[in-house]
């Protein structure tokens, strides 16, 4: 199975949305998985801002991203202030990985604690109650999340995302060779996702004809 690779942080309302309409239009491409890789914006010790309204309009949110939010079928409400730190809420995804639970819906839960129902996912029974709801081993989580089982791995993610993977924002997506960012739209994820396909197609194509050739000679 070929992978998309998604690149985000839990506290960005267009990875929020990005994502939220990612998950509709994979629905269409089966052969394609999605390969999670977090991307702090707040690392600890920064100092974590407070979310305020404009002072000129009094909105919170940019019409426009709340616009694009209630097309998508996702509420974005008032979350949680000061923002949290996400460095527990990804470790919780690698235990969720680790426990072969259901990463996807864990991150579409993590959101929606956050944007929806203005929880703090910084905190560990936050996210207790959600890998719970998931089915998965409440207090396994917590001893591990007090322990920070998983603190290497989150490490290791970072590194990857901050140096390695020439990513400078979130939410980015890459695929065969492919990459956007942003919150880019239904159809245009769906075309990203389709041109992605062919050139894994034309590539696997290319490698068989050339497979080919050598077992011909």
């Not at 490490?155 to 939410?171: I, N």
Request: proline share 6%; with cysteine.
């Amino acid at each position: 199975m070929m992978k998309l690779h998604v690149y985000f942080d839990y506290t960005c309302p267009f990875c929020y949305l990005g994502i939220g309409q990612l998950t509709t239009a994979a629905e269409a491409f089966p052969e394609i998985g999605i390969a999670w890789h977090p991307f702090e914006l707040l690392p600890e010790p920064m100092a974590r801002p407070e979310h305020r309204p404009d002072p000129e309009t009094g909105a919170l949110w940019p019409p426009a991203l709340v616009d694009e939010a209630e097309k998508a079928g996702l509420l974005l409400r008032r979350p949680f202030s000061p923002t949290p730190y996400t460095n527990r809420a990804f470790q919780g995804m690698h235990f969720m990985a680790a426990h072969r639970g259901d990463v996807q819906d864990y991150n579409r839960r993590v959101f929606r604690a956050h944007f929806e129902q203005g929880r703090d996912i910084g905190r560990i029974d936050v996210l207790a109650d959600i890998v719970s709801d998931l089915g998965a081993d409440a207090y396994a989580f917590n001893i591990s999340m007090k322990e920070g089982r998983y603190s290497d791995a989150q490490q290791k993610a970072l590194r990857h995302a901050y140096f390695e993977s020439g990513v400078e924002e979130v939410p980015t997506y890459k695929l065969a060779g492919l990459r956007i960012s942003g919150a880019v739209g239904r159809q245009t994820m769906e075309k990203f996702l389709s041109d992605g396909l062919k050139n894994e197609q034309r590539s696997e194509q290319k490698s068989e004809a050339v497979r080919a050739e050598t077992r011909n000679e």
